[in-house]
């Protein structure tokens, strides 16, 4: 279930413009934002990542015109996850499948369960830390950086597949992001964003791509925060990596093992598990803070086996459910099904029916506009950010996302 739409956090909270008058109609970029929703509402569009281009003023009106429209908003707090990046002014919806989420919860479950476990073998100070973690799933994630409390058009929001946090951390130290579908989401991207745009704030990305490159190949990959120097300045960044150290130290934000290798494959091209396992010291799901001197000697340990027996076994549940070829109970034959009678919701105005056509017109032209290679681009940014900054990328650095390619 995805969090509320409300905008700042309780104790971040922003006081925004009045509404406008319900005779301003929006602009077409907001018209597109709320036409791309209603579009997921009737099911129209493809699974995936699903982004629109809006820039922050536009997407302060988009929410405006939400609690106008409050079926819509509604929906769009219980069935609809969804990002905003007011650096790059992209707004994404998360689409996501059976194969996607039935994957997610079994792996997810494994991690949970490792972490109970390990909370009963770890001295007492730390087993209570450990034993409170818990997954916030889809939940909005709000990546302040450094920006000052009043300072909204520059916050970050996402909702991440699962990340693990102590109730008391303002962000998940470890988070989980799958890729599944023809539209694949730029994890790449997005654990940069992660890292970088909380100030080291979030530790460890997980990234999980299903079926890499249209094939039966799978990839796991991990991100973490590392400090580097150039040109006499500190910078904080985002670094893949293949395998970590036990060590954490509070005097580095960075630890791990470097390898020729960009991502370990767990399944490959004929469906098989590889050797090898995804494992993470449950020191990456703390405050370097309260990580005691020596570190606990505890592993979140996930087998490739078991990633590819979860993922055998979220393809074949899609795959009985789309061909109705599963068991189901019988009625005898004498029984009838009678459906309750339900309140029919009042047609839309002559008016607001229009607006509607209009707005999923515009969303259908927006979404097939986005539908080709994502670039992003931080070349050209003035000034350079220091090692907390929180920014992503430095000057005159390019990133390229080809969904083709991934």
Known sequence: MNSSLSTTPPDRQIQLPSPPSSNEKPSAVVSSALGLFRLHREGVLAPGW???????????????????????????????????????????????????????????????????TIATEVPDELASIVANIVN????????????STDNWRNVSQRCPDAGFRHPLMLYPRVIVEVSYSQRRKPLEYLADSYITDSCGGVGV??????????????????????LTRDNGETFLESELVVSQVLLFPESALHCGLHSQQNSQSFCNSQGHGLPGSLTLPVSDFLLPS????????????????SLSTYFTKALTLESITKQRRGQTPALPPDVKVRKRKRTLTPPLSEEREKRFREDTRRAREASERVDGDFVLSMAGQSGTPSARSGRRLREKEEWSYDEGDD
Request: glycine content about 4%.
């Open 136 to 147: 916030q799933g889809h939940g909005h994630v709000f990546l302040w950086g450094e920006t």
């Open 50 to 116: 699903n982004q629109l281009s809006i820039q922050p003023a536009d997407y302060h009106e988009f929410l405006r015109q939400l609690d106008r429209d409050k079926e819509l908003r509604q929906w769009i707090e219980v069935k609809i996850p969804y990002d905003y990046d007011p650096d790059e002014c992209l707004l994404a919806l998360r689409m996501t499948t059976l194969t996607h989420e039935v994957f997610l919860h079994s792996f997810v479950r494994d991690i949970e369960e490792q972490l109970q």
């Open 290 to 305: 309260s990580i005691p001197d020596p570190p606990p000697q505890h592993n979140v340990t996930i087998p490739f086996s």
């Open 205 to 226: 990305v997980v990234g999980v791509d299903l079926e890499y490159r249209g094939s039966s190949e799978s990839r796991v990959m991990v991100w973490r925060p590392k």
